[in-house]
């Protein structure tokens, strides 16, 4: 998954098989504060891609600064 600007800059990106991955661990097993569960959503796939698409947001930030 690539998150990118309009000019094709990458801001972000995460294999897919290790999206698959972290989602399919139990939370406590997740070391990585990137891709942490939260408790806000029961299934960890959305809490995951929700968090990589904010990361995604931050990262960006400064290429849209004008």
């Known amino acids: 998954m690539i998150i990118c600007l309009p000019n ?3 801001i972000h990106h ?8 972290i989602t399919s661990m139990k939370p406590e097993d997740v070391e990585s504060s ?4 939260s408790s806000n959503f029961e ?4 809490a995951t891609y929700l968090q990589f698409l ?3 947001l931050q990262r960006a930030k400064p290429y849209l600064q004008t």
């Open 34 to 37: 990137i891709f942490s569960f």
């Open 54 to 56: 904010k990361e995604g």
């Open 8 to 10: 094709g800059t990458v």
């Open 14 to 21: 995460i294999n897919a098989n290790y999206f698959l991955d």
């Open 43 to 46: 299934d960890p796939s959305t």
